[in-house]
């Protein structure tokens, strides 16, 4: 019973660490994409800046401010101002100038390594000085750039003063393009780029690793999780394996006290005086209780073979014309006493299961019809098939059950009472034995109501395999 329940668990306690593990990896990945989009426009900013005072342009107080912040990144612990010198070749990063009263090489022991970094971040990027008609007017020192000049970006430029975009050309390297429109200088706009090639091949790698990683993290929390959910369930687990074996020991010690009592009692009452009516009615009362006593005793035990899987089942095609056919001439007898009617519609197709047990499930819902149909009423039988399945519908016109009950008709010991007529003496295992010996041959059981206006229990059962054909020889 609780093996379906540890796997339930066990996928909750996964998919939780995968979900904490997505997020994790997620905001790693996203953090370093974010870091080196950042970067890279700080350093288009930073190169514009250099190549607009190069061409002898006005530069724009927000490439300043941005010039600014690379120069406060790149020489941590330095002044953060600086006058960018052009360089001597369009494409090529000029040296910046030491600080007044500082010797030209103090900054190089100072933070070599951090300049490095800085200067590759620049060596990547490529300078293209634009015409109107986006016409490259000088063209950019040692290898050609990864990209032609963008006329869109160009055109945007021109209007709106300068343009942030993404391009992916042909060559399939994505490149971060700025673009600023130029008032002097000679050229109507300057456009910087930086490939994204490294940066993708790096995110890619990353992607890799976390994707790798989930995956064995997934394998060891998917046993862990296996593990703890066995741990948490085990005091549940032998708690229930108690209740079972005192139902089932139970169970066996009454049912020796009960058919003695039971014995006793009809003897008693064969015994009687015709006059003693009295005495007669008290020993036919013992005689009704034990039988409910026995029948409850058999419910349980039922149950709890249920339970343990201990049930026997013989499973076999069973053939619904017949087994329906048999079993509405012997309920319709009963149902004739008390003025009920049982018909049925076109009863065809064959399912597999164990056709004791399927008579048992079929009897007990038609129990329930018939107590709860007044006379009058009518009880329905019928079959219709429902792809690799064949649905038994049992409607009747009886009272019905509220909506509020539904969920529960299968639980132990649950009795819709507000919803029926007076006490009809069951015990409340019915449902719940049907329920369970339909799902132990892989079948459903529906229940479907309309208080006032009567109830429809349906069963769904897988089809039996049809039969190989047998090959036939022709003379």
Excluded: K
């Excluded at 430029?157 to 050309?169: F, K, S």
């Excluded at 490294?198 to 993290?217: C, K, M, P």
């Excluded at 010996?437 to 892989?442: F, S, V």
Aim: aromatic share 4%; hydrophobic share 45%.
């Amino acid at each position: 019973m609780f093996s379906g329940l540890r796997l339930r668990l066990t996928l909750l306690y996964l998919v939780t660490a995968v979900v904490l593990l997505a997020l994790v990896g997620g905001g790693v990945y996203g953090l370093l994409g974010y870091y080196f989009e950042q970067s890279t426009d700080l350093a288009l900013q930073h190169r514009m800046a250099q190549e607009l005072a190069r061409f002898g342009a006005a530069v724009p107080a927000e490439l300043v401010a941005a010039d600014r912040t690379w120069a406060s990144r790149r020489n941590s612990g330095l002044p953060a101002t600086r006058t960018p010198r052009p360089p001597s070749t369009a494409g090529q990063e000029s040296e910046d100038p030491a600080p007044p009263g500082q010797p030209p090489d103090a900054e190089a022991g100072e933070s070599g390594a951090d300049e490095e970094a800085y200067d590759a971040e620049l060596a990547v990027i490529y300078t293209l000085p634009l015409a109107r008609g986006g016409q490259v007017l000088a063209a950019p020192v040692g290898s050609p750039p990864p990209f032609p000049p963008d006329a869109a970006a160009l055109a945007a430029a021109l209007a709106a003063g300068h343009d942030w975009r993404t391009i992916h050309p042909a060559t399939g390297q994505s490149v971060r393009l700025l673009t600023y429109r130029m008032a002097e200088g000679g050229a109507a706009a300057l456009q910087v780029g930086r490939p994204l090639g490294d940066q993708q091949r790096v995110l890619g790698q990353l992607l890799a690793v976390l994707l790798s990683l989930g995956a064995i993290s997934a394998l060891a929390l998917g046993g862990a999780s296996w593990g703890l959910a066995g741990r948490a369930l085990r005091p549940a687990q032998e708690a229930w394996d108690r209740q079972q074996a005192f139902v089932a020991n139970a169970g066996h010690e009454l049912r020796t006290p009960l058919t003695l009592l039971r014995a006793s009692a009809e003897v008693a009452q064969r015994r009687l005086p015709p006059g003693a009516v009295e005495d007669r009615a008290l020993l036919g009362d013992v005689l009704q209780e034990c039988d409910h006593m026995n029948r409850l005793v058999a419910d349980l035990l039922l149950l709890s073979r249920l339970d343990a899987g201990r049930l026997p089942l013989t499973p076999e095609p069973v053939p619904l014309t017949a087994l329906l056919g048999d079993i509405q001439r012997q309920v319709g007898r009963l149902a004739a006493a008390h003025s009920i009617t049982v018909t049925s519609g076109a009863i065809s197709g064959t399912v597999r299961g164990d056709p004791t047990r399927l008579r048992q499930v079929l009897l007990i819902v038609l129990d329930n019809a018939l107590r709860y149909t007044p006379p009058g009423g009518r009880i329905h039988l019928s079959t219709a098939r429902q792809g690799r399945e064949m649905a038994i519908q049992i409607a009747d016109t009886g009272t019905g059950i509220a909506s509020t009950h539904l969920p529960h008709l299968f639980e132990r010991f649950y009795r819709a009472d507000p919803a029926r007529h007076s006490d009809t003496g069951g015990t409340g295992l019915g449902l719940a034995i049907a329920h369970a010996l339909i799902r132990a041959q892989h079948g459903h059981i529906h229940v479907t109501s309309t208080l006032g206006q009567g109830t429809v229990v349906t069963l769904l059962l897988p089809l039996a395999a049809a039969p190989a054909a047998v090959p036939q020889e022709f003379n």
